[in-house]
């Protein structure tokens, strides 16, 4: 058996310098289209490890720290996991707690899906993108971009 996910995860807002967002699409959820997400390995796991592990995986683009580098927004959410995916944690647990990253790349960066957990990806200008997110707290992070690059540019 599976060990129980641990309620504590990262979203990833991948961007453009012009705020064109990648969402992907979930496999086993059609039509669910988010950034990419991932619950820790390990209770104390660094959510930087966190983040940058589950951009690799979903994804398969590398956050060196030079030139594609993870942004921390200090900014966590805590919302109820859907029922469809309680099982996947231990009895009991009803929530987690999300913790908010960014990470600009290149738009011609190769996007390298894992076919297990996504089946498609597309870049959408900010706007766009909020729409299209399933998830209520993906959505407002996606929102929240222009802010955000705001800060990392003054």
């Known amino acids: 058996m599976r060990p129980y996910k641990i309620p504590e995860s990262v979203l990833v807002v991948i961007h453009t310098s012009d705020m064109q967002v990648l969402l992907i699409e979930r496999a086993d ?15 104390d796991e660094p959510l930087l490890t966190t983040a940058t592990r589950e951009l690799f995986e ?10 594609i580098v993870l942004r921390d927004w200090g ?32 738009r011609e960066v190769p996007i390298m899906l894992s076919p297990r957990e996504h089946v498609a990806h597309v870049w959408l200008s900010w706007l766009e993108a909020a729409d299209k997110c399933f998830s209520p707290s993906n959505a407002e ?6 802010h955000q690059l705001a800060k990392y540019k003054a």
């Open 141 to 146: 992070a996606v929102l929240q971009l222009p």
């Open 29 to 43: 959820k059609t039509g669910y289209w988010q950034s990419v997400t991932g619950s820790k390995d390990l209770p």
């Open 75 to 106: 900014l966590s959410n805590i919302y109820e996991i859907y029922p469809v995916w309680r099982h996947r944690y231990a009895p009991g647990i009803t929530h987690n707690t999300e913790h908010v990253f960014s990470v600009e790349v290149p």
């Open 58 to 67: 979903e994804t398969g683009i590398v956050a060196d720290g030079k030139n």
